[in-house]
């Protein structure tokens, strides 16, 4: 490869039209220039996101055939599709930066691509599925809403359209846990002991502190982050715990309470060695669920082939079809 | 098999929100055919109401300008200031203009 004396002129130029964009708060464009670490940071961080998506499909899909009622039924299933489109979006977002979904599910499945640490957690109760719409979802709430404004265009108008479904997810959560509130002494046990396994694993989905978040500096400084995990985190705790409290639900946190000074929480730190053994591999279901998507995957493989032979064979029918004396008599 | 005959093609979905306003982008998907994009696109990007009409459009069909040509495209009107209402001078005293 030969140099001419103008490329670093170029690639300055080039970087300094970036960080004017960046500066005015506006959007990069998939069409842009954009540093190579730009793009990969945002690689990395959307298809995290994408297989969050669709993994999190797993733990309450569990709950599809078991749940109580016709209505809970068709709201749990409105909920886990919408968690597939929601992946959808975010593989669409990410191949505007020049990777495929082929590629990425298969990252996935190889176990080279992360997914968020609390999907590695198992629903034991049917009250799970409401902790999780009520927790999960508002924590996801938290921390997708900033995401909206990121720099890269694409993934923010992704956020955007999966916020609009989001509260629909944390309100079917939240009034299912009402429901079994008002039912027997039982049921109210079965959400106390349900938000009591949820509560940190939630509080954990922000990421570490952000002392030790050493990548979180320069996401911000790019406009691709626009709070840090503790701020985020803090927001969380602020507007869960008057909900708790509505629920009747106590928060499995002795040093949670109100602090007049700071006009914020102050809370306990969660068991960051468990998140950091989850994150490496070792949460209680970790193996389980990449077992479960590769056989999801391998066992849609036929119907893959199916519509691609029907669509190469229609096309073939068209095309001899307009090609021939008749004219007209297409495929379908 | 070659990872592009693996992969379905793209197309690129556009949604009219309701009647009278354009047909919007709203995102990408892959599908074998143009039949099983516009259901995929039904699936993925209107469960809401969210619109009323459907386009998917082959990514390969589309031809787009690029960002590094933007001031050479887009200069010719850059100077053209007649083109706009706000060049010409009328009078207070003349309604309706
Ligand atoms: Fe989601
Ligand atoms: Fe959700």
Redesign the pocket.
Known sequence: MTTTPAEPELQERLQAGFDATIARNDRIEPRDWMPDDYRRTLVRQIAQHAHS?II?MQPEGAWIGRAPSLRRKAILLA?VQ??AG?GLYLYSACETLGVSRIELTELLLAGRQKYSSIFNYPTLSYADVGTI?WL??GA??CNQVPLCRTSYGPYGRAMIR?CK??S???RQGYELLMTMMRGTDAQRAMVQESVDRFWWPSLMMFGPPDGESPNSARSMAWGVKRNSNDELRQRFVDMTVPQADALGVTLPDPDLRWNEERGHHDFGDPDWAELAAVIRGDGPCNAERLRHRRTAHEDGAWVREAASAFASRSAEVAASASAGPSGGAGAR | MSADRREWPLYEVFVRGKRGLNHVHVGSLHAPDDAMALRHARDVYTRRNEGVSIWVVRTDAITASSPDEKDPLFAPNGDKVYRHPTFYEIPENVPHM
């Open positions: 998506e999190g909920k919408d968690e929601h719409g999960v979802d996801a709430i999966i479904e989001e629909f997810h944390q």
